[in-house]
């Protein structure tokens, strides 16, 4: 048997192990007891609420992944690839043209098939715990729009990678210079072009928290590009806020939600992590990682893009680029969750930087960590996640270390 379908094979079940294995662990780690930084902010109703969410989740989650690990391994087996490459090499005699087809083809597939359980999450288990506001109109005009995005952005950067490697010397160079200037690029136009698509940004409007922000951000000598309140309460009652963008476009972007449940204090404290971040120099460290990570994996992809047995692994003849890119996914699996795995250990560095930076700014630890409650009840957060989990997946700490290291800052 093909090497390479072996080992793809054993990944893929190796992977499913895996999360099986996490997600159990986490599971039998939960605390049916509140623990005490909670008490008198979580209920015991609520508490027992949080856990049945976060066991529905997750076995929702197992469910989908014990159902897509058979669809992937047959589609495989049975030919899936080789049909999809027919009908692009049918459509066309362009390489290029070819291409986009085949990867149009299996984006429509992924969409398909993952629209139940989209549907299932939203509207089932999220309306069950009282976060969905999803319409289903807005669902729709969602997908739509990712579609739309994907044709416009994703289809002309492929169709550039694949002309690169097909006319081009040192092609996984130039390929990884294209793509680093066209990241770069849609860093700076998504606050103002992509992500207006999905949510309304509003000015914060004049007030004691804007005129708070603004006193703040002076004293920090951090100029404020844009404080926005952003409309997430069309779609989820959880909340959240986010830094984006760099340069003219950055933009600090609370959730309506966020503002309506937390005090002026406990938002300037949110908002001054964010600034952490930036004064930390976190998101300039976050950009070059990105760029040196595709800088890597375009280099091992130029070593296996004309290997024949990765596309005989996949019953396709001869060594078509633009599945050969598709199929390396698969091969690169390890390394991305080996990249994955060290970012997140920087980025939960990263985040208790943050915390630190909004504690000593401030000068009010307490409101930060009243924020983090707040956050982690009204979302139902898993407040004793497994070690194991965290280690692997958590690109934040857990919210009970996060208040334990915000303490060390002085007594709320």
């Given amino acids: 048997m093909n090497g390479y379908l072996i080992f793809i094979l054993a990944l893929l079940i190796f992977n499913w192990l895996l999360s099986l294995i996490v997600e159990t662990l986490n599971l039998r780690n939960v605390s ?54 027919g009908i692009a090499l049918a459509a066309s005699g362009n390489m290029i043209v070819q291409g986009l087809i085949f990867g149009g083809i299996l984006v429509l597939i992924g969409q398909l098939v993952g629209i139940p359980f989209s549907i ?26 990712g579609l739309m995005l994907t044709v416009l952005l994703g289809a002309p950067v492929f169709a550039l990678i694949l002309w690169i490697f097909s006319s081009v010397a040192n092609a996984w160079l130039w390929a990884w210079g294209a793509l680093a200037v066209i990241q770069l690029f849609i860093m700076f136009i998504a606050p103002v072009v992509i992500l207006p698509l999905f949510n309304k940004f509003t000015p914060l409007e004049a007030g004691e928290l804007r005129s708070k922000i603004e006193a703040f951000a002076a004293a920090q000598k951090y100029k404020l590009s844009g404080i926005f309140k952003i409309d997430g309460s ?33 938002l300037v404290a949110v908002l001054a992590h964010e600034i952490g971040h930036c004064k ?69 560095k990263h985040e208790y930087e943050a915390d630190a930076f909004a504690a000593e700014t401030t000068k009010e630890p307490g409101e ?31 919210v009970l270390e996060r208040i334990k290291k915000l303490r060390e800052f002085g007594n709320d």
């Fill in 32 to 85: 049916t007891g509140i623990p005490a930084e909670f008490q008198g902010i979580y209920d015991a109703e609520k508490y027992a609420k949080s856990q049945r969410y976060l066991r529905e989740k997750t076995r929702f989650s197992q469910l989908q992944a014990a159902i897509m690990l058979p669809l992937t391994i047959a589609f495989i087996l049975l030919g899936g690839f080789r049909w999809v490459n």
């Fill in 120 to 145: 299932y999450d939203t509207y089932v288990i999220e309306e069950r715990y009282g976060f969905n506001k999803t319409t289903p109109k807005t669902f729709v005009i969602d997908i739509l729009k």
């Fill in 234 to 266: 069309k779609r989820s009652t959880k909340s959240n806020a986010y830094f984006t963008g760099f340069g003219k476009t950055k933009r600090i972007a609370l959730f309506d939600t966020l503002i309506e449940k937390h005090t002026v204090g406990e």
């Fill in 280 to 348: 930390k120099g976190h998101i300039k460290k976050s950009i070059i990682i990105s760029l040196a990570s595709s800088l890597l994996m375009f280099f091992i992809l130029s070593l296996f893009i004309t290997k024949q047995g990765l596309y005989a692994a996949f019953g396709i003849e001869g060594a078509p680029l633009y599945a050969g890119f598709v199929f390396f996914g698969f091969l690169y699996a390890p390394i991305s969750m080996i990249l994955n795995l060290l970012g997140n250990i920087l980025s939960r």
């Fill in 368 to 398: 930060m960590i009243s924020a983090l409650k707040k956050l982690s009840v009204d979302n139902l957060s898993n407040l004793t996640p497994h070690p194991l989990k965290v280690f692997l997946q958590y690109s934040h700490p857990p």
